[in-house]
């Protein structure tokens, strides 16, 4: 009777569901100009795009030229590369950001307080939120390691169906990639 109890109740607690408060906005330093940057999710047309990435991580530099092919085909959205990794210097990061030759910023999350808040686990690990702050999508960019290989291309799909007015086909894909290093 007990672990039958016990069963339910985990079964009960897991039909919760434990929103994430909506992230209106985002500020700090950005890696690629040096220059101090804010965000406003509100501001965009479509949505925002944050993509959590590293410095280091050769599964995050693989999806790099796909990322940047994304924000020139979806203008009306914003793009915003978030670097979290408490291993990875602000200055190697810097250097690394700056010679990838990205479309978008990158900012600073410092003692990864982005990626505590959204929940991010790995990089990349892309969010797309509304103009609200709401979440779409998050997950994978590809449901590959190395973006080139991919056989589907979640963020594509989810920002083609939000550009077509529909609501994103799915909602969470599979992150793969280096996990985000936090401060100890």
């Known amino acids: ?9 985990c079964l009960l607690l897991q039909s919760f569901s434990f929103a ?13 100009n040096n220059k101090s940057l804010k965000v406003d999710v509100a501001s965009s047309n479509k949505g925002t795009v944050l993509v959590f990435l ?25 793009f915003v590369g978030i670097h979290s990794n408490a ?12 010679s990838a030759h990205l479309n978008f910023p990158i900012l600073q999350d410092n003692k990864s307080t982005w990626a505590n808040h959204l929940g991010a686990l790995k990089t990349p690990h892309a969010f797309v939120l509304n103009s609200k702050g709401e979440i779409l999508y998050q ?4 449901d590959s390691h190395v973006g080139p290989s991919s056989k589907r291309q979640f963020l594509k799909e989810v920002l083609d169906d939000i550009q077509n007015g529909k609501t994103p086909r799915i909602k969470e894909g599979r992150a793969l990639g ?3 290093q936090r401060e100890e």
């Open 139 to 142: 997950g994978g960019v590809t």
């Open 20 to 32: 994430t408060p909506p992230l209106t906005h985002l500020e700090g330093l950005d890696l690629v």
């Open 54 to 78: 590293s410095a280091k991580c050769p599964c995050s530099a693989s999806h790099e030229d796909l990322l940047n092919k994304l924000s020139t085909e979806f203008k009306e959205f914003s």
């Open 178 to 180: 280096c996990f985000i």
């Open 87 to 98: 291993d990875e210097s602000i200055k190697d990061s810097s250097v690394h950001f700056e």
């Open 1 to 9: 009777m007990k672990s039958a109890f016990i069963f339910v109740s």
